[in-house]
Structures are given as C-alpha cells and as structure tokens.
C-alpha cells in the first residue's frame, strides 16, 4: 500500500513540473512577441527621426546596450542613433536669456539709437536713399593706446561691446567700449587716469610670434586668435587673473584669418596653406570639404560668414573669390580673377547676405550680387597715389551707408556711398606709419585703426553721442 502511494505521489509531482514547463514556454514566447513589437516600433520612430543617418558614431559602449532588430536593419539603419544631447536646452537658454535680460534690451535701445534697426543695403529698393549715418570723414579720434610692437589685428564683439587688438609684440588687448565713449568728457586721450575707467580690461599672453587675426565668440565670453606661430589659441576672458589660453590648436602653416559661426559651435580657420579648416570649438575636430577641387590655390586672406551662416566667402592670394555651402562645406560659386588677377585682401557679406564687399591689392572695393554673379558696383578713387604693398581690409559701416578702405601710401581713409559710389572726404588717419588694421563697429559710428606705428587709434562721431 505504501509502495502504491509513492508512486502516484511521483506521477503527481511529474504532471506538475510539466505544466510549469508549458507555462514558462507560454511566458517566453509573450516575451518574445512583445520586445519583437516594440523593437519594430523603435526602428520606424528611428528611421522617421534619423533619416537615412548611416554615417552617426555613436561608439561601442552604447552600440553594445541598443537592440538591433531586423527590421532595423531591413530599413537601412546600419548604425545606432546619436546619444543624447544638450543642444536644444542650450539654445532655449539663450534665447530666454535675451528675452528676459534688461541688458541685452539696453544695448538694443542704444543700438537703435545709432540707427542699427537699418536693414543694410539692398540696391534692389534704396539705390536713392539718403545716408543717415554720419559720413566718415567727421569722425574724431577719441582715444589712443599703444603696443610694445605694430598693432596688426582688430575685431569688436558681435554686439560692439568690446574690440580686442593685437600686436606683434605676441600681445592682445581688450578694451570696454563704454569706458572709451565715456572719456570723451574728460577729453583723455590717452591712457592715463584711474584704473575703473581704463578702457584696457584684459591683457593676453600666450602666443610665441606676431598674432595675426582675432575672433570674439558670438554667444560666451571667449577670445579666438591665430598667430605665426602655427597655432589657434582660446581665451577664456570672464577669468581675470588667467592670461594664458585655455585650448590650444597646433596648424601646420601661419595663421592668416579666422571667424566663428554665428552659433558659435565652430569656426573657420585660414592659413598659408591653400586648404580651408573648419573646427568644432568644443571638440577642436577639423573637418575639410572631400573634394580638392574646391579649395583655393594659394593663402587664405579672409573668411567670412553670412549671417544665417547658410553660405561663407572666402578670399585668396590666388585672386579669387569663392562662395561656400555652410552645411556641406563644399564651394558653390567662385568670382576668378575678381580683381583682375590681384591678390584678394578681404571678402565680406552684407547684412542681409545679398551681397558681398571684396577688395585687392588694387584698392578697388568691389561689390557683388550673388543672386546674378555679376559685379554691380566698382568703389574708385583710393591707391591713385601709389601701389599697395600691405594687405587692408574694405568693410562697411554700422549702417552699411558706406565703404571704408584705408589708402597706404596717403594714411587717410577713403570712403564711399556704398548705393552709388560717389566718394566722400578723405580723413588723415593721423598715423606716422602704414595703417595695418582696421574694422568698424557693427552697432555704432565708431572704427579703429591700427599702425606699425605701435599706436591703437579710436575714432568716434562725437556730436552722436551728445
């Protein structure tokens, strides 16, 4: 009778362990059916959002820890999706930032008051507007600094707070251009008088050879130089005490110009050598157009981005001039021989990106419509008095009523109606030397020269001040 229940106890237990068995299979096989749904489901949100993103890295930490299903693969999506980033969040940021900041409304309000709400020139609705802009000529030197050697480079900031120069000497200096425009009361000027109103708020160090070009950060409180040296170096300027640079890019030529996205996100860099650089400022990644046929044959003289950095120009000791696309960085249009052959000193857009100023070393600004390829108005008048040996930029003014472009071999300043052409008054630029920087605010009427003379000039139209 024992023997009898033992084995009916045993077949009990057997039945109870199979049915266990068909139960975990039954679960496993959900399982199966769920992920295999839910994996379908990622690989079409994947595919709708990464649209044919096959050449993302994203690294094998996280290739490792994301399924990848069949149907993934049967989509094309060879890779995995980027990892998570901050760029959205940044962006909201700044843009809440100038909403609600009453300094950046202040700055705006001065702005409008030099009449910066002009939309810039376009020929094709004000070639018969009268300039509002006070005319070149009246300008007043307001202020005078000095270098330890020629003064080769200048830049303001994107809102023509503050304007960096720099100097053979392996110098930079910044300068607050209220604390310039506030001396003009005082009549000072020079560098004399008490340090809280010394216009000179920071003083960098850290290049071996003469700095060459320099870039202010659109949205942080950064300095990018370059320098013969064959290096690219970033200041951190919020930092008083630090003047050394806290990134440093080694290039295999001299620097010759520079210039930031208007994001800020990177930066174009062009050296002696024929090949444009474009670097990532967070990662200093370079990057290069694929094809070779696009770059220049000699020096990059001058990049310059549009303002919704859709396309940037750049200009060349080869005389040409080309016109590049701002996402694949590859050349789409290029002005040969713009200035009949001669070396290309500068190339910029105007604001609305219609357009583009450029000059050579004929001294002949030359303004071109890029809709038509064509040259629309040639600015004579400057170098009648000798051949250019240096190379000088040609910029307009705040308002884009005018070009400006320094004459060598005379050292003043020849300017013109940037709608017509007609030339204005020549201004003595006051230097014992040839000029061999010069920029304009973007913001107000004022511009600053620099001279192998040392000295760092501030020119200001002081009756739109009072």
């Known amino acids: 009778m024992c023997f009898t229940n033992e084995r009916m106890r045993q077949a009990s237990l057997k039945r109870k362990e199979k049915k266990e068995k068909r139960r975990q299979l039954a679960r496993k ?29 994203v690294g094998p930490s996280l290739a490792q820890n994301i399924p990848k299903s069949k149907e993934a693969q049967s989509l094309g999506l060879s890779l995995r999706p980027p990892p998570p980033s901050d760029k959205l969040f940044r962006l909201v940021t700044v843009a809440r930032q100038y909403v609600e900041d009453p300094e950046s409304k202040e700055k705006e309000a001065v702005g409008d008051q030099f009449g910066v709400e002009s939309s810039g020139l376009d020929l094709e609705f004000d070639a018969d507007v009268v300039p509002t802009s006070p005319e070149p000529s009246l300008y007043e030197t307001v202020y005078l600094t000095t270098h330890k050697g020629p003064c080769r480079a200048a830049a303001f900031s994107s809102d023509g707070a503050l304007i960096a120069t720099a100097s053979v000497d392996c110098s930079i ?78 290039e295999v030529e001299p620097i010759s110009s520079i210039t930031f996205h208007p ?48 396309i940037f120009v750049t200009g060349s000791r080869d005389g040409n001039v080309k016109v590049w696309d701002g996402v694949s960085n590859r050349c789409i249009e290029c002005f040969n021989r713009a200035h009949d052959g001669a070396p290309i000193c500068s190339a910029r857009f105007t604001r609305n990106g219609k357009y583009v100023l450029t000059v050579g070393m004929d001294s002949v600004p030359k303004l071109w419509e890029l809709s038509t390829n064509r040259c629309l108005i040639a600015y004579t008048g400057a170098g009648a008095t000798g ?80």
Request: net charge neutral; hydrophobic share 35%; aromatic share 10%.
């Open 29 to 57: 096989a959900l399982e199966a059916k769920i992920k295999k749904q839910r994996e379908r489901k990622a690989a079409l949100s994947d595919h709708c959002y990464f649209n044919q993103s096959s050449s993302v890295d």
């Open 173 to 250: 200096k910044i300068m607050d251009v209220d604390k310039v425009i506030s001396r003009i009361d005082t009549a000072a000027l020079s560098e004399s008088g008490p340090d809280s109103h010394h216009p000179v708020i920071r003083t960098l160090y850290d290049h071996l050879d003469e700095v060459t070009c320099v870039a202010f950060h659109p949205r942080e409180q950064l300095l990018l130089s370059g320098s013969n040296d064959f290096t690219l170096k970033l200041f951190d300027y919020s930092k008083t005490a630090v003047k050394r640079a806290m990134r440093t890019i080694n």
């Open 263 to 310: 994001s800020g996100e990177f930066f174009l860099c062009g050296t002696r050598h024929p090949t444009l650089r474009l670097y990532n400022t967070e990662t200093q990644q370079c990057f290069v157009s694929s094809m070779p046929k696009d770059q220049h044959n000699d020096t990059i003289t001058d990049v310059c981005y549009s303002e919704n950095a859709r």
């Open 387 to 466: 051949a250019r040996e240096y190379s000088m930029p040609a910029v307009f003014n705040h308002t884009e009523d005018y070009v400006m472009l320094p004459d060598e071999k005379s050292g003043s300043l020849c300017s013109w109606d940037a709608r017509n052409s007609d030339r204005e008054r020549l201004l003595a630029l006051g230097h014992t030397a040839e000029t061999r920087a010069f920029v304009h605010s973007p913001t107000m009427p004022i511009f600053v020269t620099g001279s192998d003379d040392h000295r760092v000039r501030f020119w200001f139209r002081k009756q739109e001040w009072k």
